[in-house]
DNA sequence: GCGCTTATCGCAC
DNA sequence: GTGCGATAAGCGC
């Protein structure tokens, strides 16, 4: 656990609710181009209702791996309370996500 | 739009 | 030291 994983998940906290953020924008936030080691930051999860890793989605728009591999059924419930909030989620695509995407200014 | 390659960080072997 | 993994961007087709 280094100083990087730990940058990913203050700044996953960081992340208001209804909001969510991509591998890009944080690896980018962090100051690196290692947009997989926050990937394996999140797997690691070591604080996982502090780390909402569901909400970290990839710049395509699109979930990551994790969907449907964790719990299905769990990670579903996040992503509809997501769509509570006002992001569309379609089959574990973003619609709007440039409306929901959250940048680390 | 799809597939391959390169870059990059942490972790396991 | 090498390879793998929740990726991303570039290049070619």
């Given at each position: 656990?280094?100083?990087?994983?730990?940058?990913?998940?203050?700044?996953?906290?960081?992340?208001?609710?209804?909001?969510?953020?991509t591998y890009k924008v944080i690896a980018e936030?962090?100051?690196?181009?290692?947009?997989?080691?926050?990937?394996?930051?999140?797997?690691?999860?070591?604080?996982?209702?502090?780390?909402?890793?569901?909400?970290?989605?990839?710049?395509?728009?699109?979930?990551?791996?994790?969907?449907?591999?964790?719990?299905?059924?769990?990670?579903?419930?996040?992503?509809?309370?997501?769509?509570?909030e006002g992001i569309k989620i379609e089959e574990?695509?973003?619609?709007?996500?440039?409306?929901?995407?959250?940048?680390?200014?």
């Open positions: 656990m280094s100083q990087f994983n730990q940058k990913v998940y203050e700044l996953l906290i960081k992340v208001p609710a209804g909001r969510i953020t936030t962090l100051g690196t181009k290692a947009y997989r080691a926050v990937g394996n930051a999140l797997k690691n999860n070591p604080d996982a209702p502090r780390i909402p890793c569901h909400r970290v989605i990839k710049s395509s728009g699109n979930i990551g791996g994790f969907n449907g591999e964790t719990n299905g059924k769990e990670i579903q419930q996040k992503i509809y309370l997501l769509k509570k574990g695509q973003i619609q709007n996500l440039p409306d929901v995407l959250f940048y680390f200014s």
